[in-house]
């Protein structure tokens, strides 16, 4: 398998086919995990942390099952109730990581570049689990695993990405990855939810939903962000639905095959209709979740090989 990085902090430092190295091992891990079938030598003796500075209900559950499934010692710290709540520094923590000598750490922070200075300071592998609107590389690599099986491949596609993209650390990453694979990449929304320059992303720019929906393979909408605005980025909700919130009547500027995809946690009635998201003829929004699981497996495992090999056989780093 070719996947050369220490840590996996973002799509971008990404290779081609190292996304592809990931979505291969993925991939049979979700046809295993239908069939029940148990790999507790994986990360057998290894130990996770996982650090949630943010709440989180999919991401940190997938990446405890991820890592229960694959035999590793899993460990939630409550960040709530942490001693960086109490003024102690991300670098003293990092510190304090070290002492408990984990193998792998799972984290979510709400600033941007948190998690690339904990992996600057800490002898382990790090996963980010979302960094502010930065990157959220395994919900890309979920979504795009999710892509692969419903449309056969990941190349080629027309992708339209709708909604809040100005605060979504989900569509950064997923415009990378989709990009390095050569998919045709369309952004739906208001001017005042689409960030500056975005242009330079080798992307197209629409506000109108039937002109940026026309004949696209997948449509993904994105949640409205509210906790990471800090003014008046639409009239109102009800306004917003009308405009961007993705019914059948907007669906139909898709392709007939077109599938529905969102991150969650979903506001029905704001950005999606209900009656779409849970069609299952359209909607693969559950087949994302049960990707989640299956793409974070497949990190920490070629992660773990790594460490392993920077280690030695003495469990000493290099």
Known sequence: MTFRQKHLLGIEPLHPTEITTLLDLADSYADQNRRGIQHKDVLAGLTQINMFFEN????????????????????????????????????????????????????R????????????????????????????????????LTIRRA???LHRLSIAICGDIAHSRVARSNIMLL??????????GPPTLMPSGIGAFGVEVFEDM????????????????????????????????HRYGLDAAKLRHAKPDAIVMHPGPMNRGVEIDGNIADDINRSVIQEQVEMGVAVRMAAMEVLAQNLRSARGPQGVMA
């Open 151 to 153: 449309k056969g491949r």
């Open 179 to 188: 990009g390095k694979m050569e998919n045709r990449i369309r952004l739906i």
């Open 56 to 107: 989180s209900t999919r991401t940190q559950a997938s990446f405890e099952l991820a890592g229960k499934r694959l035999g590793a010692d899993v460990m939630n710290m409550g960040m709530q109730a942490s001693s960086i709540k109490k003024g102690e520094t991300l670098i003293d923590t990092a510190l304090t990581l070290n002492a408990m000598h984990p193998d792998l750490l799972v984290v």
């Open 210 to 241: 039937a002109e940026g929906l026309k004949d696209v393979d997948v449509v993904m909408m994105l949640r409205l962000q509210k906790e990471r605005m800090d003014g008046g980025f639409i009239p109102s909700e009800r306004e917003y639905f």
């Open 109 to 144: 922070h709400p600033h941007s570049g948190a998690v690339d200075l904990l992996a600057q300071k800490v002898n382990c592998a790090v996963l980010n689990a979302g960094d502010g609107r930065h990157e959220h590389p395994t919900q890309a690599l979920l979504d795009a």
